[in-house]
């Protein structure tokens, strides 16, 4: 769920400032979108440049997401052979280890008082 806000946020964060960036380039720069030699309305180049900025805001989400995933699985990945790997290949020493602690710890005797 924290997640669809986050998206629900950035889309929206996404949204207003295109549409700002849209407003200063068509009224502050007299920024037109001419499609066929007809140029296009204002309210329509912002509509426009909204939705190019949204499709891009989720790319750029989509991007990120698989770019993190993709190092946190292999390295994931690297870690599980380090540890089989090494598992594997003293498995052997640490029975050894196991079995004289489990020999030579201290037993408790009872102090039998007469």
Same mark, same amino acid.
């Given at each position: ?5 986050? #998206? $629900? #946020? $950035? ?5 207003? =400032? ?6 200063? $380039?068509?009224d502050?720069l ?5 499609l ?5 309305? &204002? /309210?329509?180049?912002? %509509?426009?440049?909204?939705? /190019?900025?949204?499709?891009? /805001?989720? /790319? ?10 993709? =190092? *946190?699985?292999?390295?994931?990945? =690297?870690?599980?052979?380090? %540890?089989?790997?090494?598992? *594997?290949? %003293?498995? &052997? ?5 196991? =079995? %004289? ?6 037993k408790k ?6």
């Amino acid at each position: 769920m924290n997640l669809l806000k986050n #998206l $629900a #946020l $950035a889309v929206l964060i996404a949204i207003l =400032i295109t549409y700002s960036l849209g407003y200063a $380039a068509s009224d502050l720069l007299n920024i037109q979108v001419q499609l066929d030699n007809n140029f296009v309305e &204002p /309210v329509t180049s912002l %509509i426009v440049m909204i939705v /190019v900025g949204v499709v891009l /805001v989720l /790319v750029g989400f989509a991007v990120a997401l698989s770019v993190f995933a993709a =190092i *946190g699985f292999a390295l994931f990945a =690297i870690l599980a052979a380090l %540890i089989f790997a090494g598992l *594997g290949s %003293i498995w &052997p020493i640490l029975l050894a280890v196991v =079995i %004289i602690i489990w020999a030579l710890k201290d037993k408790k005797h009872e102090d039998r008082y007469s």
